[in-house]
């Protein structure tokens, strides 16, 4: 589904992507593992569209798609979440779900005038969509809520559904476990499972828990100074020799 060739991203005189070349599996959970300042999270920013690369290629089902802006991409199937979650913190879990899908009826003043009964349709269609997300989270108890006041692992979540409110190709997610108790992040790892095996989401994502990587992703790319450095399985990553030295003293491996 996505494949990057040879891509850089360098910011002055530093590479923090350095000839990245892989490719992520239509129906698959990638991981993204590597060292902290390995370059995982500008490649993502690359691929997203948030940043421009310095040259390399990426590519979408054979389209190139390098370069594109991400409100382009949004409307290719390409979404992106953060490590912080961007959440609208004075609206609720349901109308921040609900200012998702593009081309509303509402959002034209001329229909507003003009159209009200396509306006309400419009919006109660979206709002069942959310309503529908909203379940499948198994968030009903905090969809009235404002989403400012949810805790790290409930933005996430609500991070996750405001995906789910597209017709998402791709999803790449950085650190969905980052600040999470792990009661929420055992949760957030189910609802990404049931989205890939029963609607065949895609994911890509940055994390650092490896138990977290290990129940979910196959395969998994180790990245090191803007480059990959090993992909396989889970097991042959974390015993690749050269992944470890990379990870010297970042506990990696320990956790073996």
């Known amino acids: 589904m996505i494949v990057v060739e040879n891509l850089h991203k360098h910011f002055g005189g530093v590479q923090a992507v350095n000839g990245a070349t892989l490719s992520i599996q239509p129906g698959s959970i990638t991981g993204l593992i590597g060292p902290n300042g390995a370059g995982k999270t500008t490649l993502f920013n690359v691929i997203a569209g948030l940043y421009q690369p310095t040259y390399g290629k990426v590519f979408l089902d054979g389209e190139d798609i390098t370069g594109l802006k991400p409100h382009e991409l949004f ?118 499972i049931k989205l890939n095996e029963e609607r065949n989401y895609t994911f890509c994502l940055i994390e650092h828990d490896m ?19 090993a992909e396989g399985t889970i097991d042959e990553v974390k015993n690749n020799e050269q992944v470890i030295e990379a990870y010297l003293g970042t506990g990696l491996k320990h956790k073996k």
Request: charged letters at 25%; one cysteine or more; hydrophobic letters at 45%.
């Open 75 to 192: 409307h290719k199937g390409v979404l992106r979440t953060f490590q912080l979650a961007h959440e609208f913190s004075t609206l609720t879990v349901r109308d921040n779900l609900m200012m998702v899908p593009p081309n509303q009826a509402g959002e034209s003043l001329l229909n507003t005038w003009f159209k009200p009964s396509l306006v309400k349709a419009h919006e109660e269609e979206v709002r069942a969509k959310a309503d529908e997300v909203i379940r499948f989270l198994e968030i009903e108890h905090v969809a009235d809520e404002f989403a400012g006041n949810l805790s790290g692992g409930q933005k996430k979540l609500l991070e996750l559904g405001r995906t789910m409110m597209v017709d998402a190709k791709i999803v790449f997610l950085d650190e969905v476990g980052a600040g999470v108790n792990r009661t929420l992040l055992h949760k957030i790892g189910d609802a990404i």
């Open 211 to 229: 138990e977290f990587v290990a129940r979910l992703c196959d395969p998994v790319i180790c990245m090191a100074e803007g480059a990959v450095l």
